[in-house]
């Protein structure tokens, strides 16, 4: 599972580095309008993820910021591991 969300999140670095290289590479230029709306769409999301997930993101200990950081750029690919081992340790 850890290798396929990792996977995943390489995935979603490649689009956003797509997205800002579409502006200033002429061959991505094309793409620009839809790889900007993608983008747009996978951060509010993230945003939208994090709120919903902050009460139980703060029950793990990070550094201030981090958990925002880390779910805007990977959504459910950040939080949900967290959550499968909590509650994995927890039915143990």
Known sequence: ???????????????????????????????????????????????TEFILMKGKLDAFQEQDGQHFIKTLLFGFLHWLPLLMAQNKQTAD
């Open 1 to 47: 599972m850890n290798t396929l969300f990792n996977f995943l999140k390489l995935a979603a670095l490649l689009i956003y580095l797509a997205t800002a290289l579409s502006f200033v590479l002429e061959p991505l230029q094309a793409y620009s309008f839809i790889l900007s709306v993608v983008t747009l769409i996978l951060l509010v999301t993230h945003i």
